[in-house]
Protein backbone atom coordinates (compact mmCIF):
# COMPACT_ATOMS: atom_id res chain seq x y z
CA UNK A 1 0.00 0.00 0.00
CA UNK A 2 2.94 2.19 0.46
CA UNK A 3 3.02 3.38 -2.98
CA UNK A 4 -0.30 4.57 -3.05
CA UNK A 5 0.57 6.98 0.27
CA UNK A 6 3.24 8.24 -1.94
CA UNK A 7 0.99 8.78 -4.82
CA UNK A 8 -1.88 10.44 -2.51
CA UNK A 9 1.00 12.88 -1.54
CA UNK A 10 2.16 13.56 -4.70
CA UNK A 11 -1.20 14.46 -6.03
CA UNK A 12 -1.91 16.57 -3.27
CA UNK A 13 1.34 18.33 -3.91
CA UNK A 14 0.37 18.80 -7.14
CA UNK A 15 -2.74 20.35 -6.48
CA UNK A 16 -1.57 22.65 -4.36
CA UNK A 17 1.22 23.67 -6.69
CA UNK A 18 -2.18 24.19 -8.96
CA UNK A 19 -4.02 25.84 -6.92
CA UNK A 20 -0.83 28.43 -6.60
CA UNK A 21 -0.38 28.72 -9.98
CA UNK A 22 -4.39 30.16 -10.48
CA UNK A 23 -4.28 31.92 -7.65
CA UNK A 24 -0.76 34.16 -8.50
CA UNK A 25 -1.15 36.38 -11.87
CA UNK A 26 0.95 34.84 -14.32
CA UNK A 27 3.32 37.47 -15.00
CA UNK A 28 4.53 37.51 -11.30
CA UNK A 29 7.36 35.13 -11.78
CA UNK A 30 7.59 36.08 -15.81
CA UNK A 31 9.88 39.31 -16.02
CA UNK A 32 12.35 41.21 -14.38
CA UNK A 33 12.68 44.78 -16.00
CA UNK A 34 14.69 47.71 -15.95
CA UNK A 35 14.34 51.17 -17.86
CA UNK A 36 16.97 53.98 -17.88
CA UNK A 37 17.22 56.90 -20.08
CA UNK A 38 19.82 59.63 -20.03
CA UNK A 39 20.32 63.06 -22.55
CA UNK A 40 22.35 62.63 -25.24
CA UNK A 41 22.49 66.15 -26.65
CA UNK A 42 25.37 68.05 -27.73
CA UNK A 43 26.79 70.27 -25.48
CA UNK A 44 27.10 73.50 -28.20
CA UNK A 45 27.54 73.51 -31.67
CA UNK A 46 28.15 70.45 -34.00
CA UNK A 47 28.01 69.55 -37.41
CA UNK A 48 24.97 67.70 -38.03
CA UNK A 49 24.46 64.43 -40.45
CA UNK A 50 22.56 63.07 -43.12
CA UNK A 51 22.42 66.05 -45.70
CA UNK A 52 25.40 66.58 -47.86
CA UNK A 53 24.48 70.44 -48.83
CA UNK A 54 24.67 71.89 -45.08
CA UNK A 55 27.52 74.22 -44.74
CA UNK A 56 27.97 74.95 -40.93
CA UNK A 57 27.41 73.31 -37.66
CA UNK A 58 24.08 73.33 -35.80
CA UNK A 59 22.47 76.55 -34.43
CA UNK A 60 20.34 75.74 -31.51
CA UNK A 61 18.13 72.98 -30.23
CA UNK A 62 14.30 72.22 -30.66
CA UNK A 63 14.37 69.65 -28.35
CA UNK A 64 16.68 67.36 -25.75
CA UNK A 65 17.92 63.74 -28.04
CA UNK A 66 17.96 60.90 -25.35
CA UNK A 67 19.42 57.47 -25.14
CA UNK A 68 16.81 54.93 -23.63
CA UNK A 69 17.22 51.15 -22.61
CA UNK A 70 15.13 48.53 -21.65
CA UNK A 71 16.66 45.57 -19.82
CA UNK A 72 14.26 42.36 -19.50
CA UNK A 73 14.92 38.94 -17.44
CA UNK A 74 13.25 36.13 -18.07
CA UNK A 75 12.92 33.31 -15.35
CA UNK A 76 16.03 31.41 -16.10
CA UNK A 77 17.77 34.45 -15.55
CA UNK A 78 18.76 35.39 -19.16
CA UNK A 79 18.61 38.79 -20.17
CA UNK A 80 18.59 41.09 -22.99
CA UNK A 81 18.61 45.24 -23.39
CA UNK A 82 17.36 47.05 -26.50
CA UNK A 83 18.49 50.58 -26.69
CA UNK A 84 17.13 52.84 -28.75
CA UNK A 85 19.31 56.12 -29.40
CA UNK A 86 18.01 59.74 -31.12
CA UNK A 87 21.05 59.66 -33.85
CA UNK A 88 21.75 59.46 -37.30
CA UNK A 89 23.47 55.50 -36.97
CA UNK A 90 25.52 53.97 -34.76
CA UNK A 91 28.76 52.42 -36.89
CA UNK A 92 30.14 49.56 -35.97
CA UNK A 93 33.35 50.90 -34.00
CA UNK A 94 31.36 52.32 -31.04
CA UNK A 95 28.42 49.45 -30.93
CA UNK A 96 31.88 46.92 -30.53
CA UNK A 97 33.19 49.20 -27.97
CA UNK A 98 30.06 49.18 -26.11
CA UNK A 99 29.28 45.52 -26.77
CA UNK A 100 32.61 44.48 -25.13
CA UNK A 101 32.49 46.43 -21.97
CA UNK A 102 28.58 45.46 -21.25
CA UNK A 103 30.48 41.87 -21.32
CA UNK A 104 32.88 42.56 -19.23
CA UNK A 105 31.17 44.68 -17.02
CA UNK A 106 27.33 42.72 -16.85
CA UNK A 107 28.41 39.46 -18.55
CA UNK A 108 25.65 40.55 -21.31
CA UNK A 109 27.00 38.78 -24.09
CA UNK A 110 26.78 40.33 -27.54
CA UNK A 111 23.92 38.62 -28.69
CA UNK A 112 21.93 40.10 -25.71
CA UNK A 113 22.39 43.99 -26.90
CA UNK A 114 20.52 45.30 -29.60
CA UNK A 115 21.49 49.01 -30.74
CA UNK A 116 19.29 50.78 -32.73
CA UNK A 117 19.37 54.39 -33.69
CA UNK A 118 16.46 56.50 -34.69
CA UNK A 119 18.09 58.37 -37.55
CA UNK A 120 17.20 61.81 -37.17
CA UNK A 121 18.72 64.26 -39.54
CA UNK A 122 18.67 67.19 -37.18
CA UNK A 123 21.23 65.56 -34.95
CA UNK A 124 24.96 65.21 -34.45
CA UNK A 125 27.51 63.72 -36.80
CA UNK A 126 28.60 60.42 -35.04
CA UNK A 127 31.62 59.28 -36.01
CA UNK A 128 33.13 57.02 -38.51
CA UNK A 129 29.06 57.38 -39.92
CA UNK A 130 28.66 58.95 -43.05
CA UNK A 131 32.54 60.12 -43.11
CA UNK A 132 32.48 61.01 -46.44
CA UNK A 133 29.82 63.54 -46.48
CA UNK A 134 31.93 66.35 -45.32
CA UNK A 135 35.27 68.19 -44.74
CA UNK A 136 35.72 69.31 -41.27
CA UNK A 137 38.59 72.00 -39.59
CA UNK A 138 40.71 70.38 -37.29
CA UNK A 139 38.53 72.08 -34.19
CA UNK A 140 35.14 71.11 -35.88
CA UNK A 141 36.89 67.45 -36.50
CA UNK A 142 37.80 67.08 -32.72
CA UNK A 143 34.47 67.98 -31.64
CA UNK A 144 33.18 65.04 -33.80
CA UNK A 145 35.31 63.10 -32.28
CA UNK A 146 34.88 64.01 -28.29
CA UNK A 147 30.85 63.88 -29.16
CA UNK A 148 31.48 60.04 -30.55
CA UNK A 149 33.15 59.63 -27.25
CA UNK A 150 30.62 60.79 -24.94
CA UNK A 151 28.26 59.34 -26.50
CA UNK A 152 29.77 55.60 -25.71
CA UNK A 153 29.67 56.31 -22.37
CA UNK A 154 26.25 57.49 -21.90
CA UNK A 155 25.42 54.71 -23.99
CA UNK A 156 27.04 52.29 -21.57
CA UNK A 157 26.07 54.29 -18.44
CA UNK A 158 22.37 54.16 -19.71
CA UNK A 159 22.60 50.27 -19.84
CA UNK A 160 24.38 49.89 -16.79
CA UNK A 161 21.30 52.13 -15.20
CA UNK A 162 18.51 49.64 -16.98
CA UNK A 163 20.40 46.42 -15.48
CA UNK A 164 20.68 47.98 -12.34
CA UNK A 165 16.97 48.89 -12.21
CA UNK A 166 15.39 45.45 -13.29
CA UNK A 167 12.38 44.43 -10.64
CA UNK A 168 9.12 42.19 -11.10
CA UNK A 169 7.09 43.18 -13.96
CA UNK A 170 5.19 42.38 -17.14
CA UNK A 171 5.49 42.62 -20.62
CA UNK A 172 2.63 42.86 -23.32
CA UNK A 173 2.37 42.97 -27.41
CA UNK A 174 0.45 44.74 -29.62
CA UNK A 175 -0.22 46.40 -33.01
CA UNK A 176 -1.40 49.67 -34.34
CA UNK A 177 -0.99 51.62 -38.05
CA UNK A 178 0.19 54.99 -38.70
CA UNK A 179 -0.29 55.88 -42.37
CA UNK A 180 2.32 58.91 -42.97
CA UNK A 181 5.08 56.64 -44.29
CA UNK A 182 5.43 57.23 -48.23
CA UNK A 183 7.68 55.15 -50.42
CA UNK A 184 10.26 57.34 -51.98
CA UNK A 185 11.27 55.69 -54.64
CA UNK A 186 9.75 57.85 -57.56
CA UNK A 187 10.32 56.37 -61.44
CA UNK A 188 10.74 59.12 -63.44
CA UNK A 189 9.41 59.56 -67.59
CA UNK A 190 13.35 58.84 -68.32
CA UNK A 191 13.52 55.53 -66.62
CA UNK A 192 15.66 57.01 -64.11
CA UNK A 193 14.68 56.65 -60.09
CA UNK A 194 14.85 60.06 -57.95
CA UNK A 195 14.02 60.75 -54.53
CA UNK A 196 10.22 61.78 -54.75
CA UNK A 197 6.90 60.15 -53.47
CA UNK A 198 5.94 56.69 -54.90
CA UNK A 199 2.32 55.99 -54.04
CA UNK A 200 2.16 52.55 -55.96
CA UNK A 201 5.69 51.60 -53.97
CA UNK A 202 5.84 49.33 -51.15
CA UNK A 203 5.01 50.22 -47.62
CA UNK A 204 4.71 49.02 -43.95
CA UNK A 205 2.54 51.38 -41.98
CA UNK A 206 2.57 48.73 -38.97
CA UNK A 207 3.37 50.21 -35.16
CA UNK A 208 4.25 47.54 -33.09
CA UNK A 209 4.28 48.35 -29.33
CA UNK A 210 6.39 46.07 -26.36
CA UNK A 211 4.57 47.67 -23.04
CA UNK A 212 6.85 46.79 -20.16
CA UNK A 213 4.92 47.21 -16.67
CA UNK A 214 6.17 47.34 -12.96
CA UNK A 215 4.33 44.99 -10.63
CA UNK A 216 1.72 47.44 -9.94
CA UNK A 217 0.82 47.58 -13.59
CA UNK A 218 1.79 51.45 -13.78
CA UNK A 219 3.24 51.25 -17.20
CA UNK A 220 7.29 51.66 -17.28
CA UNK A 221 8.11 52.00 -20.96
CA UNK A 222 6.43 50.98 -24.61
CA UNK A 223 8.95 50.46 -27.36
CA UNK A 224 7.46 51.19 -30.47
CA UNK A 225 8.91 51.06 -34.17
CA UNK A 226 7.99 52.49 -37.47
CA UNK A 227 9.45 51.90 -41.25
CA UNK A 228 10.26 55.25 -42.21
CA UNK A 229 12.79 57.94 -43.16
CA UNK A 230 13.28 59.97 -40.21
CA UNK A 231 13.27 62.80 -41.89
CA UNK A 232 11.00 65.09 -42.14
CA UNK A 233 13.44 68.13 -41.63
CA UNK A 234 15.37 68.35 -44.66
CA UNK A 235 18.52 70.02 -44.91
CA UNK A 236 18.23 73.71 -44.26
CA UNK A 237 17.19 73.08 -40.51
CA UNK A 238 19.91 73.62 -38.32
CA UNK A 239 18.48 73.32 -34.67
CA UNK A 240 18.81 69.91 -33.11
CA UNK A 241 16.04 67.40 -32.84
CA UNK A 242 14.80 64.18 -33.08
CA UNK A 243 12.30 64.93 -36.00
CA UNK A 244 9.38 62.92 -35.67
CA UNK A 245 10.56 60.37 -33.52
CA UNK A 246 11.74 62.68 -31.41
CA UNK A 247 8.35 64.29 -31.30
CA UNK A 248 6.45 61.14 -31.06
CA UNK A 249 8.62 59.99 -27.31
CA UNK A 250 7.72 63.54 -26.09
CA UNK A 251 4.25 63.28 -27.28
CA UNK A 252 3.96 59.90 -25.88
CA UNK A 253 5.63 60.66 -22.76
CA UNK A 254 3.15 63.36 -22.18
CA UNK A 255 -0.15 60.83 -22.21
CA UNK A 256 1.81 58.92 -19.95
CA UNK A 257 3.64 60.58 -17.34
CA UNK A 258 6.86 58.26 -15.75
CA UNK A 259 6.62 56.15 -18.62
CA UNK A 260 9.47 56.26 -20.90
CA UNK A 261 8.95 56.29 -24.96
CA UNK A 262 11.34 54.51 -26.90
CA UNK A 263 11.69 54.85 -30.70
CA UNK A 264 12.86 52.14 -32.75
CA UNK A 265 13.28 52.62 -36.41
CA UNK A 266 12.66 49.42 -38.67
CA UNK A 267 13.12 49.12 -42.39
CA UNK A 268 12.22 52.71 -43.71
CA UNK A 269 15.43 52.94 -45.71
CA UNK A 270 13.34 53.82 -48.86
CA UNK A 271 10.44 55.05 -47.05
CA UNK A 272 9.85 58.86 -46.18
CA UNK A 273 7.22 60.75 -44.16
CA UNK A 274 4.80 62.64 -46.36
CA UNK A 275 4.06 65.25 -46.27
CA UNK A 276 7.94 67.15 -44.98
CA UNK A 277 9.69 70.50 -44.63
CA UNK A 278 8.14 71.57 -42.59
CA UNK A 279 8.60 72.53 -38.39
CA UNK A 280 5.05 71.55 -37.62
CA UNK A 281 4.99 68.47 -40.29
CA UNK A 282 7.40 66.72 -37.58
CA UNK A 283 5.59 67.43 -34.36
CA UNK A 284 2.08 66.28 -36.37
CA UNK A 285 3.77 62.76 -37.39
CA UNK A 286 5.24 62.84 -34.20
CA UNK A 287 2.06 63.18 -32.65
CA UNK A 288 0.06 60.44 -35.56
CA UNK A 289 2.32 58.06 -34.27
CA UNK A 290 2.23 58.46 -30.52
CA UNK A 291 -1.23 58.44 -30.98
CA UNK A 292 -1.27 55.18 -32.84
CA UNK A 293 0.97 53.93 -29.68
CA UNK A 294 -1.22 54.99 -26.82
CA UNK A 295 -4.64 53.01 -28.98
CA UNK A 296 -2.70 49.90 -29.13
CA UNK A 297 -1.79 50.51 -25.00
CA UNK A 298 -5.80 51.02 -24.91
CA UNK A 299 -6.58 47.96 -26.53
CA UNK A 300 -6.32 44.05 -26.35
CA UNK A 301 -2.40 43.34 -25.81
CA UNK A 302 -0.94 39.90 -26.00
CA UNK A 303 1.19 38.92 -22.83
CA UNK A 304 4.59 38.13 -23.70
CA UNK A 305 6.59 35.45 -21.94
CA UNK A 306 9.73 33.91 -21.63
CA UNK A 307 12.19 32.20 -22.68
CA UNK A 308 13.94 35.07 -23.88
CA UNK A 309 16.49 33.73 -26.51
CA UNK A 310 19.49 35.83 -28.26
CA UNK A 311 21.78 34.94 -31.94
CA UNK A 312 23.68 37.25 -33.20
CA UNK A 313 26.29 37.14 -36.16
CA UNK A 314 28.48 38.21 -38.60
CA UNK A 315 27.32 38.44 -42.23
CA UNK A 316 29.77 39.03 -45.37
CA UNK A 317 27.80 41.25 -48.27
CA UNK A 318 30.09 41.77 -51.06
CA UNK A 319 30.44 44.95 -53.58
CA UNK A 320 30.04 44.49 -57.07
CA UNK A 321 33.63 44.23 -58.90
CA UNK A 322 35.46 47.60 -59.13
CA UNK A 323 39.33 48.70 -60.52
CA UNK A 324 41.66 51.16 -59.83
CA UNK A 325 40.67 53.05 -63.06
CA UNK A 326 37.12 53.30 -61.83
CA UNK A 327 38.32 56.15 -58.68
CA UNK A 328 41.35 57.43 -60.97
CA UNK A 329 38.34 58.85 -63.01
CA UNK A 330 36.26 59.59 -59.99
CA UNK A 331 39.00 62.42 -59.03
CA UNK A 332 37.51 64.59 -61.35
CA UNK A 333 34.17 64.40 -59.91
CA UNK A 334 32.21 67.62 -59.75
CA UNK A 335 30.97 65.83 -56.28
CA UNK A 336 32.83 66.65 -53.71
CA UNK A 337 32.02 63.70 -51.20
CA UNK A 338 32.76 61.54 -54.70
CA UNK A 339 36.45 62.77 -54.28
CA UNK A 340 36.59 62.30 -50.75
CA UNK A 341 35.00 58.21 -51.18
CA UNK A 342 37.47 58.00 -54.76
CA UNK A 343 40.56 58.93 -52.47
CA UNK A 344 40.15 56.76 -49.54
CA UNK A 345 39.55 54.13 -52.28
CA UNK A 346 42.69 54.76 -54.22
CA UNK A 347 44.67 55.16 -50.53
CA UNK A 348 42.96 50.84 -49.92
CA UNK A 349 44.54 50.25 -53.52
CA UNK A 350 47.78 51.64 -52.43
CA UNK A 351 47.82 49.67 -49.61
CA UNK A 352 46.78 46.13 -51.21
CA UNK A 353 43.74 45.83 -49.30
CA UNK A 354 40.87 46.81 -51.86
CA UNK A 355 37.72 47.20 -50.45
CA UNK A 356 35.59 44.38 -51.72
CA UNK A 357 33.45 43.23 -48.66
CA UNK A 358 31.61 44.88 -45.62
CA UNK A 359 30.83 42.58 -42.12
CA UNK A 360 26.56 43.22 -41.44
CA UNK A 361 25.49 42.48 -38.48
CA UNK A 362 22.25 40.15 -37.82
CA UNK A 363 20.53 39.53 -34.42
CA UNK A 364 17.27 37.98 -33.18
CA UNK A 365 16.03 38.16 -29.64
CA UNK A 366 13.04 36.22 -29.21
CA UNK A 367 10.46 36.74 -26.03
CA UNK A 368 8.66 33.38 -25.77
CA UNK A 369 6.49 32.73 -28.51
CA UNK A 370 4.93 35.42 -28.26
CA UNK A 371 7.56 38.26 -30.94
CA UNK A 372 10.76 37.99 -32.31
CA UNK A 373 12.85 40.98 -32.38
CA UNK A 374 15.06 40.53 -36.18
CA UNK A 375 17.60 43.60 -35.91
CA UNK A 376 19.52 44.06 -39.04
CA UNK A 377 22.39 46.80 -39.90
CA UNK A 378 22.26 49.78 -42.29
CA UNK A 379 19.54 51.82 -44.19
CA UNK A 380 17.80 48.63 -44.50
CA UNK A 381 14.67 49.53 -47.63
CA UNK A 382 11.03 47.98 -46.54
CA UNK A 383 11.21 44.77 -48.69
CA UNK A 384 13.50 42.93 -46.08
CA UNK A 385 10.73 43.59 -43.54
CA UNK A 386 7.98 42.64 -45.41
CA UNK A 387 9.92 39.64 -47.26
CA UNK A 388 10.67 38.58 -42.82
CA UNK A 389 7.16 38.89 -41.71
CA UNK A 390 6.03 36.36 -44.54
CA UNK A 391 8.89 34.09 -44.35
CA UNK A 392 8.75 33.32 -40.45
CA UNK A 393 4.27 33.33 -39.71
CA UNK A 394 2.84 32.55 -36.97
CA UNK A 395 4.71 34.39 -34.28
CA UNK A 396 4.77 38.19 -34.19
CA UNK A 397 8.17 39.52 -35.85
CA UNK A 398 9.75 43.11 -35.78
CA UNK A 399 12.21 43.64 -37.91
CA UNK A 400 14.53 46.84 -37.67
CA UNK A 401 16.78 48.19 -39.56
CA UNK A 402 19.85 50.63 -38.35
CA UNK A 403 20.94 48.19 -35.54
CA UNK A 404 24.38 47.61 -34.44
CA UNK A 405 25.95 49.32 -36.92
CA UNK A 406 24.83 51.66 -40.05
CA UNK A 407 27.45 51.49 -42.41
CA UNK A 408 25.00 51.99 -46.36
CA UNK A 409 21.70 51.04 -47.60
CA UNK A 410 21.06 47.51 -47.88
CA UNK A 411 19.37 47.56 -50.93
CA UNK A 412 16.95 44.46 -51.95
CA UNK A 413 17.90 42.55 -55.52
CA UNK A 414 15.07 44.45 -56.93
CA UNK A 415 16.50 47.80 -55.83
CA UNK A 416 19.56 47.15 -57.04
CA UNK A 417 18.53 45.84 -60.53
CA UNK A 418 16.58 49.29 -60.72
CA UNK A 419 19.18 51.65 -59.69
CA UNK A 420 18.73 55.32 -57.83
CA UNK A 421 20.02 56.44 -54.49
CA UNK A 422 19.33 53.67 -52.07
CA UNK A 423 21.69 51.17 -54.84
CA UNK A 424 24.54 53.11 -55.92
CA UNK A 425 24.58 56.94 -55.10
CA UNK A 426 24.27 56.71 -51.94
CA UNK A 427 27.37 54.40 -51.41
CA UNK A 428 29.88 57.76 -52.13
CA UNK A 429 28.60 59.28 -48.98
CA UNK A 430 29.20 56.24 -46.82
CA UNK A 431 33.03 55.88 -48.66
CA UNK A 432 32.04 52.56 -49.69
CA UNK A 433 33.48 51.79 -53.04
CA UNK A 434 29.84 51.20 -54.76
CA UNK A 435 26.79 48.75 -55.07
CA UNK A 436 26.57 45.77 -53.38
CA UNK A 437 26.67 41.85 -55.93
CA UNK A 438 23.69 40.77 -56.93
CA UNK A 439 23.29 38.35 -54.40
CA UNK A 440 22.94 41.11 -51.58
CA UNK A 441 19.41 39.77 -50.56
CA UNK A 442 20.44 36.21 -50.58
CA UNK A 443 23.15 37.12 -48.03
CA UNK A 444 21.45 39.32 -45.98
CA UNK A 445 18.10 36.74 -45.75
CA UNK A 446 20.80 33.87 -45.20
CA UNK A 447 21.81 35.72 -41.67
CA UNK A 448 18.21 36.10 -41.27
CA UNK A 449 17.48 32.73 -41.25
CA UNK A 450 20.40 31.73 -39.22
CA UNK A 451 19.48 33.51 -36.59
CA UNK A 452 16.18 32.69 -36.20
CA UNK A 453 17.04 28.77 -36.54
CA UNK A 454 19.55 29.73 -33.72
CA UNK A 455 16.38 31.23 -31.27
CA UNK A 456 14.55 28.35 -32.33
CA UNK A 457 11.88 29.61 -35.24
CA UNK A 458 13.49 27.81 -38.11
CA UNK A 459 11.33 26.01 -40.68
ZN1 LIG B 1 19.03 57.58 -44.48
Not at 151 to 166: F, V
Not at 172 to 181: T, V
Request: glycine share 10%.
Amino acid sequence: MKPLVYNRKMMMLRCFALLLALLLPASAADWKIGVARMKITPGGPIWMSGYGNRNKPSEGVVHDLWAKAIAMEDKRGQRAVIVTTDIIGLPRAISEQIGAECQKRWGLDRSRLMLNSSHTHTGPMVRENLNTMFDFSPEESQRVRDYAQMLTKTLIDTIGAAIGDLQPGDIAYGEGKAPFAVNRRQFNANGKVTIGVNPQGAVDHSVPVLALKGADGKLRAALFGYACHNTTLTGEFYKLSGDYAGFAQIEFEKMHPGAAGMFMLLAGGDQNPNPRSKDELAIQHGRTLATAVDAVLKGQMKPVRGPLRAAFQLTELQFAPHTREDFEKELSSKTPAAVRRAKEMLKAYDERRPVTKVAYPVQAIRLGKDVTYVALGGELVVGYGLRTKKEFPGENTVVAGYSNDVMCYIPTAQILKEGGYEAVDSMIYYGQPGPFAPDVEERVMGGVKNVMKRVGRAK
